[in-house]
């Protein structure tokens, strides 16, 4: 490093020209790194399209659409405060070092994210601005907490393994920080000038580059940035899904991108402080069509356009108001299971895959491509099943409830397909996808890690019906039944061929049997994950394990079909089950067990 360079990169000292990195945290509310980098001469907002995410095979339509309209969100937010958002494209280990050299940043600031590859990806960029003299500086603020303190409180350095314990941990170490005050209303500009046309998108790039690299003047606060800069330097721009390679997305959004939206939402839900306080996550219906019965914050959450300590604070003073519930099914306890995965996915090596991971029970999960392709499609011939399947592919979204319920049957219920196949497919899929969310709950869901009661099956008939007996959500997303009559709607190949006929859907036909008997399998599963825990107590790479009568009869790939005409499920389930009715029991003696807390 240069002797320039290390003075420039001395901390305290104030900078001349700050990057704020925009990853997550896509919000000027409670952005404590954004408000240091507003400490410089001049601050330059970016967010890097890292060819890494784009593709539909690793992030679907819905999220890159919430995400682009949040970062146009973002940039609007900026213009009202005399700045703008440089949308840049390249491997941030390649593009922040040019860009840094461009503007003569000698600050870099972003919110810390502690999943594998932003470590990664992170601690890269730093050496690589480091030996250019450019101080990197992050901060906590994704989460309520700093994941690296609790497990520091937690024992053996570690946070507790269930949720009471790491709640008690939590109240020991006392309330989140407050939101960071906001940013100044016209951010810092000294001698700004616009970004690397190369590294930008703009509809003409040779047009861009002759002017890209020249000095401007940044629009007087709220006044539109291209007035201020002339058409020309306009041209950088925030890219389309079109640009990005996307095919538009079928379906209007559930849930439009941006912090403005974000925050509207929470204003909105937190206004009805009657439901906040009487809020208990297993009374809300999976089966709403339309406005989700729970807050709909999730993809907010997710990308930071709203920040988790304001929810909380705000959230507290609603409590304040009167009686409320408690975690873990508390709207407070939700937030507080979102603190503990990420907690989690931060102490536990290995957290989205079996293999390495010590939270992890070691199951011989079976591996049938086709199985894993038609609960993806939405086509397992359980209306209930596919009718969640078929929302999250064309909204992104689907209640707490309703990702209980496929994955479970994809897991141990049903298929008996590995969690990490399932994640996967939610990862690309879901608009809210969060690595240590998601992660966290296909674990517990598949009896993995956290929950051991694998007894306890969701039936994929009688759990809707607690909710939605008439059946509408199958009709909304299972078009092919619309005509059926509540009675068959969650288990149509029970209608005589004739009323199916009548009705307009031939099951085998025009829609499929069910892919699986479903009381003779979930009985087999529960077998073969019995022997699997006893099998594994003992550390060691998973074995198949032989099951009750059948020795062998689970090998790979070859779930037990549905008979031409599956038995029907009428069990009712246990209403008091945790994460809500339908859930079946095999054994006596599972009644008599503990309830464990639900997320
Ligand atoms: C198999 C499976 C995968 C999941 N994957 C994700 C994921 O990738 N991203 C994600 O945000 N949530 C995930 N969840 C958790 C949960 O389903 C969603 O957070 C919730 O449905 C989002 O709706 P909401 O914002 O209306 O939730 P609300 O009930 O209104 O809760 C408010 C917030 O609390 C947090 N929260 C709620 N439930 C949980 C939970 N069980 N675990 C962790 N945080 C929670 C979320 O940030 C949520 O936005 C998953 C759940 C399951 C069963």
Redesign the pocket.
Known sequence: MSAAAAAAAVPGRRAKAAIHWFRKGLRLHDNPALLRACEAAAVYPVFVIDPWFVSEERVGVNRMRFLLETLEDLDAALRARSSKLSVLRGRPEEVLPRAAAHWGADLLTFEADFEPYALQRDEAVRSLLAERGVRVESFVSHSLYDPRGVAAAGPGGKPPLSYGPFVKLLRGIGPPPRPARDPPAAMPSEGWKPAPAALTFTDNATTASGTGDGASSLPASGEPASAAHGDRLAEARIPSLADLGYAPPEHAPLFPGGEQEGLRRMAAKLSRGDWVRAFA?PK?SPTAVGE?D?????PY??FGCVSSRRFWHELAAVNAGGPHGSPPTS?EG??L??EF?ICHGFSFPNYDRMAGNPVCRQIAWQDDPELLRRWEEGTTGFPWIDACMRQLRAQGWL??LG??AV?CFLTRGDLYQSWERGARV?DRL?V???WA??N???MW?SASAYFFQFFRVYSPVAFPKHTDPDGDYVRRWVPELANFPKAYIYEPWKASKQNQRKWGCEIGSDYPEPIVDHVAVSKLNMARHKAAYEAHKAPGPPRDVPVGDSPGAFQVGSAPRAPKRARGDGDEGDAAAPGGSGEERDGASAAKRAKPAS?
């Open positions: 996550k809300t989700p729970t807050t709909g914050l999730s959450l997710k709207l939700q937030l299971w979102r995965y209640h707490h990702r209980h994955a939610f879901l809210d996808s969060d969310l998601n966290g709950n296909w869901l997320p």
